[in-house]
């Protein structure tokens, strides 16, 4: 008896000092963050006093002594497609990295300190379900402080997909726009929508998803991916001008690039045109799929369980996506400027290359999905994918310094 509790005691002590060293500091980040006003004044925490210094995208994946911000247990919000862990993921380690940029250090997120910025504003991310997982993640960072209230339209004419949240305590609205496209689409496969069924996008109208309700947001995360892949008709002014894998001899041949850079054209130009919308708009870039030993559809996956070391390149038709998008975001950012509107690059497409270990693979399920497919697209939460939200409250800090809201040395 006694040996058994003396045992059972110094497995507690080990097992909280396993914790202490692995996990607390950051979970307790909640209370010890510095207050909002001397951690901006601090000109380190944002690279330096010239803003262009340190390039916090350029850097390597390191080793974090600290652990996840958050597990399944601390953040009951994790979606199944995200929950790695209660799937049986059995290896730990990719939880447990650290973006480090070279130059400088990339903050850490402190939840009541996003939230102090976001008081009395809004935030939406425009896009597919990469771009709802980063909201997923900001949800579970901000979950030890409060949490949202769904308010999401409920009506039967509302997108399923996309979802509205509200913290009182903050008064912040959190949306997701479900808008996979960017721009109108519609299904125009005979035999019905699915995983790889023809659609018809119009690619110079934005969807209305997101395009009519845009205008009031504070910040706005633009991304989309993986939809693109996918056989397409093209239409512009009405008129079908090509397509992407249709394989109709009559209709011109275009490739998915094309349709790609102009949803972004298009949806710059309705954001620039936008009289009252006086809101941050974020390009998340392309998140690349690590699919290994096939394709998505015929028994690929994802199994490795560290980052890739810097010598393996992305593949080229990834990085022509990163390419076309970025052209059109540079153009808009010039534009922007004119009208007073700012435009920030959240340049995550090489970095997140880099790890081939954070999909949920085969330990994560999607209620309409079939469960045979594995998932190396979406990002396991906790994960690399909680470092988009460090990049996001990053520049948000960075804007409002440039805008002069937050003064360096007061
Ligand atoms: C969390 O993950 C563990 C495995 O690490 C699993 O046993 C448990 O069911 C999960 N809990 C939730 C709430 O998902
Ligand atoms: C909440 O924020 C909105 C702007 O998003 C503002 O119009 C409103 O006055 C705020 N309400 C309170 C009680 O601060
Ligand atoms: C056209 O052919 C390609 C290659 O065989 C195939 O992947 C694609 O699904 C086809 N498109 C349609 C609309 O069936
Ligand atoms: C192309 O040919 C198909 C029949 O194969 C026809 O239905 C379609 O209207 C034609 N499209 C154009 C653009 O001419
Ligand atoms: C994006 O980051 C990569 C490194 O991760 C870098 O090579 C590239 O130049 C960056 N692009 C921009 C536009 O900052
Ligand atoms: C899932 O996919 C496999 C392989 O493509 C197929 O054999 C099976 O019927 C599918 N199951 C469901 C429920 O769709």
Known sequence: MKFHQT???KFLVSTLSLIFITSIPLILLKNS???LSSSLRRSTELGDDDDDKCDVFSGKWVISPQGPYYTNETCPLIIDQHNCMKFGR????????????????LPLFYATQFLEIVRGKSMAFVGDSVGRNQMQSLMCLLAHVTYAKDISNKSPSASIYSIHLFYSEYNFTLSAFWSPFLVKYKDSDPEGHSFNSLMSLYLDEADEEWAKEIKNFDYVIISVGQWFFRPLLYYQDGQLIGC?????????????????????QTTFKILLSLKTYKGVTFLRTFSAAHFENGDWNNGGSCDR??????????EEYNKEFYLTQVEEFRKAKVEGIQ?????????????????PDGHPNRYGHSMNRNASVNDCVHWCLPGPI?????????????????RGKLKKNA
């Open 7 to 9: 045992s059972c005691h």
């Open 339 to 355: 009208n007073g509107l700012r435009f920030v690059l959240i340049n995550i497409t090489e970095i997140m290359w880099l790890r």
């Open 386 to 402: 909680d470092t988009w939200n460090e990049f996001l409250v990053y520049f948000m800090k960075r804007e409002l310094l440039l």
């Open 305 to 314: 369980t560290r980052p890739f070391t810097k010598e393996m390149k992305i």
């Open 244 to 264: 992407h894998k249709c394989n109709h001899s009559n209709i011109t041949s275009l490739t998915r690039y094309y349709g790609y850079k102009m949803a972004f």
């Open 90 to 105: 059995p290896d730990l380690q990719f939880m447990k990295w650290r973006w480090k940029p070279f130059g400088c250090e």
């Open 33 to 35: 963050h510095p207050p």
